[in-house]
């Protein structure tokens, strides 16, 4: 039988387009993946300990050693580096550090343009410590297209388009022809293209490049090592860990989407989980039928969204829409397998490209990320300064976790820079209730957001309501 949201795809065609596809993200599952390192075993001693092996763990152990060659830096992952959201994100390395021009304009207006510069400088520091330190993680600069798929959304566009040209943003608004000249999809109505705002790369071959530049510049890092207390000593600061513990006089968390070893901190970010596909590659012909000469990065504007990209190797990753808050908050890698969602992208992927029929898909995962109440990170200091953190990136981390590291060794510092200066990074985001209220508001949140969906929009009372605390999403 079809589903009447699958484009006229039988549900039988879509299960069977996944009947190979290995239960494993595409990024990781690479034999350029390095081999392990050893845990730690015994103690260590430094200037400084970051606890974390993805995007920001790794570049502020890179960048402590580019400000002070001389900084003794420790690094300690609970599993392999990149393994977690880093390893399993769709690539999409973004100059915005507010999750998007609109929920950035709605939260910081008045400093929007200083965070939205230091954003591009952000992205293009990117885009220079991989040319410098041949990071070879794929990295394309060829922009997104945020695309309409229902009438309303093109006025969205629209209007964002101008809010932007206001702002000193140049996003060019596309109709319907002008976008599907670019991808050719019967869902598109319209478009938003970003040219040099995101950049395309390849996730774990970044995190595994970033490891290895660190390593080159001397710091330490251990693997299948989790933190598993963080406490005061003497001047500094201990880690302790299941062989062992590293005493520091400072430590940075990056730990992302897993609970901070500051108690305070863990009431600002809850988990969620999202998914991916990505197809074999696609033949000539196949690319030939939807175009996409330009290998844009791609999403959807609603607020249950889609976001897809090609892989060097010309897959289709297509990715998002269900977003799962596991259950009272507790993360599993049960989660990590949904057939459900998987089937569900499978159908939508060929209501969007009904030219790419018979396509199979290779690979279909899932993965947790952090989010907080204002869909963009946070920063802070603890243990009377020794210790920073940055989190809540919300799934736009590959980019901004750079800008986080930096921030991060300010704040270690103890000086105020132009990173610190923003009221985005001097203040925190409302915390989440404490459960049983925090599944009950996020699962009317999704419904609501859902049913705008289906309604041309229109966001109901429960939405409008956290519109007007500060809790609205509309990205």
Same mark, same amino acid.
């Given at each position: 039988?079809?589903?009447?949201?699958?484009?006229?795809?039988?549900?039988?065609?879509?299960?069977? =387009?996944?009947?190979?596809?290995?239960?494993?993200?595409?990024?990781?599952?690479?034999?350029?993946?390095?081999?392990?390192?050893?845990?730690?075993?015994?103690?260590?001693?430094?200037?400084?300990?970051?606890?974390?092996?993805?995007?920001?763990?790794?570049?502020?152990?890179?960048? +402590?050693?580019?400000?002070?060659?001389?900084?003794?830096?420790?690094?300690?992952?609970?599993?392999?580096?990149?393994?977690?959201?880093?390893?399993?994100?769709?690539?999409?390395?973004?100059?915005?550090?507010?999750?998007?021009?609109?929920?950035?304009?709605?939260?910081?207006?008045?400093?929007?343009?200083?965070?939205?510069?230091?954003?591009?400088?952000?992205?293009?520091?990117?885009?220079?410590?991989?040319?410098?330190?041949?990071?070879?993680?794929?990295?394309?600069?060829?922009?997104?297209?945020?695309?309409?798929?229902?009438?309303?959304?093109?006025?969205?566009?629209?209007?964002?388009?101008?809010?932007?040209?206001?702002?000193?943003?140049?996003?060019?608004?596309?109709?319907?022809?002008?976008?599907? +000249?670019?991808?050719?999809?019967?869902?598109?109505?319209?478009?938003?293209?970003?040219?040099?705002?995101?950049?395309?790369?390849?996730?774990?071959?970044?995190?595994?490049?970033?490891?290895?530049?660190?390593?080159?510049? *001397?710091?330490?890092?251990?693997?299948?090592?989790?933190?598993?207390?963080?406490?005061?000593?003497?001047?500094?600061?201990?880690?302790?860990?299941?062989?062992?513990?590293? !005493?520091?006089?400072?430590?940075?968390?990056?730990?992302?989407?897993?609970?901070?070893?500051?108690?305070?901190?863990?009431?600002?970010?809850?988990?969620?989980?999202?998914?991916?596909?990505?197809?074999?590659?696609?033949?000539?012909?196949?690319? +030939?039928?939807?175009?996409?000469?330009?290998?844009?990065?791609?999403?959807? =504007?609603?607020?249950?969204?889609?976001?897809?990209?090609?892989?060097?190797?010309?897959?289709?990753?297509?990715?998002?829409?269900?977003?799962?808050?596991?259950?009272?908050?507790?993360? %599993?890698?049960?989660?990590?397998?949904?057939?459900?969602?998987?089937?569900?992208?499978?159908?939508?992927?060929?209501?969007?490209?009904?030219?790419?029929?018979?396509?199979?898909? %290779?690979?279909?995962?899932?993965?947790?990320?952090?989010?907080?109440?204002?869909? %963009?990170?946070?920063?802070?200091?603890?243990?009377? *300064?020794?210790?920073?953190?940055?989190?809540?990136?919300?799934?736009?981390?590959?980019?901004?976790?750079?800008?986080?590291?930096?921030?991060?060794?300010?704040?270690?510092?103890?000086?105020?820079?132009?990173?610190?200066?923003?009221?985005?990074?001097?203040?925190?985001?409302?915390?989440?209730?404490?459960?049983?209220?925090?599944?009950?508001?996020?699962? !009317?949140?999704?419904? =609501?957001?859902?049913?705008?969906?289906?309604?041309?929009?229109?966001?109901?009372?429960?939405?409008?309501?956290?519109?007007?605390?500060?809790?609205?999403?509309?990205?």
């Amino acid at each position: 039988m079809a589903d009447p949201a699958s484009g006229g795809i039988p549900d039988l065609a879509a299960a069977r =387009s996944l009947a190979g596809a290995r239960p494993v993200p595409y990024w990781l599952d690479d034999p350029a993946r390095p081999q392990p390192q050893p845990a730690l075993a015994g103690q260590e001693e430094c200037d400084l300990v970051v606890v974390g092996g993805g995007y920001s763990g790794l570049w502020t152990a890179l960048l +402590a050693k580019e400000r002070d060659p001389g900084c003794e830096v420790v690094l300690v992952e609970a599993d392999r580096v990149g393994s977690a959201a880093s390893g399993r994100n769709g690539g999409f390395c973004a100059a915005s550090l507010t999750h998007g021009p609109a929920n950035g304009l709605a939260r910081w207006p008045e400093e929007f343009a200083a965070l939205q510069a230091l954003g591009e400088r952000n992205l293009d520091a990117i885009e220079e410590a991989v040319q410098r330190h041949d990071l070879d993680c794929e990295f394309e600069r060829t922009g997104e297209i945020d695309t309409a798929t229902a009438p309303h959304q093109v006025d969205e566009l629209r209007a964002t388009a101008a809010s932007a040209a206001e702002h000193g943003l140049d996003l060019e608004f596309l109709d319907r022809d002008q976008v599907r +000249a670019q991808v050719d999809s019967p869902t598109f109505l319209a478009g938003l293209y970003d040219r040099r705002g995101v950049a395309m790369l390849h996730p774990a071959k970044l995190a595994w490049g970033l490891q290895r530049a660190a390593a080159r510049a *001397g710091v330490r890092v251990y693997e299948n090592t989790p933190a598993t207390a963080l406490s005061r000593f003497g001047a500094g600061i201990a880690v302790r860990t299941p062989y062992g513990r590293v !005493l520091a006089r400072q430590a940075a968390l990056g730990t992302g989407v897993f609970p901070s070893l500051l108690r305070r901190v863990r009431a600002y970010t809850v988990p969620v989980y999202d998914y991916a596909l990505t197809t074999e590659p696609l033949t000539a012909e196949q690319r +030939a039928a939807i175009g996409w000469r330009g290998r844009q990065g791609l999403a959807d =504007s609603a607020n249950r969204f889609h976001y897809f990209r090609l892989t060097a190797d010309d897959r289709i990753l297509w990715g998002g829409f269900d977003t799962v808050y596991p259950r009272r908050g507790r993360m %599993s890698a049960a989660y990590d397998r949904r057939p459900q969602t998987h089937l569900r992208l499978a159908r939508h992927f060929f209501a969007c490209f009904p030219q790419l029929a018979g396509v199979r898909f %290779s690979h279909a995962w899932g993965g947790a990320i952090d989010t907080c109440t204002r869909f %963009s990170p946070f920063f802070g200091t603890g243990l009377g *300064g020794r210790v920073a953190y940055a989190a809540g990136y919300t799934g736009l981390g590959v980019g901004a976790t750079r800008f986080g590291a930096e921030v991060m060794l300010d704040l270690l510092a103890g000086r105020p820079t132009e990173r610190t200066a923003p009221a985005m990074v001097r203040e925190k985001p409302l915390p989440f209730p404490p459960e049983p209220l925090a599944t009950a508001g996020i699962g !009317l949140t999704q419904w =609501s957001l859902a049913r705008a969906d289906r309604t041309g929009g229109h966001r109901n009372l429960w939405l409008r309501a956290l519109d007007r605390v500060g809790l609205g999403f509309d990205s």
